[in-house]
């Protein structure tokens, strides 16, 4: 059964480090998501990416934060300078239509 | 952001019942609700989801019931099973878009 696969499971960076989460969605999807989970909190939607281009993104998503198609097959989430406030479980999705699949998450830890 | 509520942060059930998830809406936009199940460490699994054009939606063990005039969805796993033991988040999108979760419900199934 096809799946949403994230790299790496865990991130561990410096506060002011760039890091690139990565993300390959299930091939025929076309729409694709990044969602956030701080410990605790609730999943929260951070952007959504259609037709190689943002189509939302949330007061979360600011200029710190990037995304990008770079092949057919991945998608990326870039945080520029991470802050100690980015850590949190990173979650991938994707969808054909208006059902959204996840990926096990990456959890970046920021120091 | 109050949008999605699931007032039980946790339920606990005997093998063999039925388990009962409630979940609350604001948003009358909303037009597509999901459940997801999640595991400690990893992503959401899309268990089952229901348009706001029914009442009522069933996949084997599970059935989802949407009742638009209270705002008001529940999941219900007959009969439950340990296996079942996870946290179950409630979801909702307009038009396909974004997600909104609500807070999650811990069902422990014990045999």
């Known amino acids: 059964e096809p799946e949403v696969t994230q790299t790496p499971s865990h991130q561990v960076t410096q506060m002011g480090q760039e890091v690139i989460l990565r993300c390959v969605p299930i091939?025929?999807?076309?729409?694709f998501y990044w969602y956030r989970q701080i410990l605790g909190q609730k999943v929260e939607f951070l952007v959504s990416?259609?037709?190689?281009?943002?189509?939302?993104k949330s007061e979360i998503f600011d200029d710190q934060f990037s995304v990008e198609r770079p092949d057919g097959s991945n998608f990326t989430l870039k945080i520029r300078s991470t802050k100690l406030e980015d850590s949190a479980m990173y979650f991938c999705?994707?969808?054909?239509?208006?059902?959204?699949?996840f990926g096990p998450g990456t959890r970046l830890t920021v120091l | 952001d109050q949008q999605v509520k699931q007032n039980s942060p946790s339920l606990s059930v005997q093998e063999g019942r039925i388990s009962i998830l409630n979940c609350d809406y604001t948003n009358s936009m909303f037009d597509y609700f999901l459940w997801y199940k999640k595991y400690p460490a990893e992503g959401p699994t899309f268990l089952i989801s229901?348009?706001?054009?029914?009442d009522k939606n069933e996949d084997g063990r599970f059935t989802v019931f949407l009742n638009k005039s209270a705002k008001h969805l529940s999941l219900h796993i007959v009969p439950s099973q340990p296996g079942d033991s996870a946290v179950y988040f409630c979801a909702a999108s307009t038009g396909g878009n974004k997600l909104v979760f609500g807070a999650g419900t811990i069902l422990r199934v014990k045999s």
């Open positions: 999705a994707s969808s054909s239509a208006d059902t959204q699949y």
């Open positions: 229901i348009s706001s054009i029914k």
């Open positions: 990416f259609y037709n190689n281009e943002i189509s939302e």
């Open positions: 091939s025929n999807h076309l729409y």
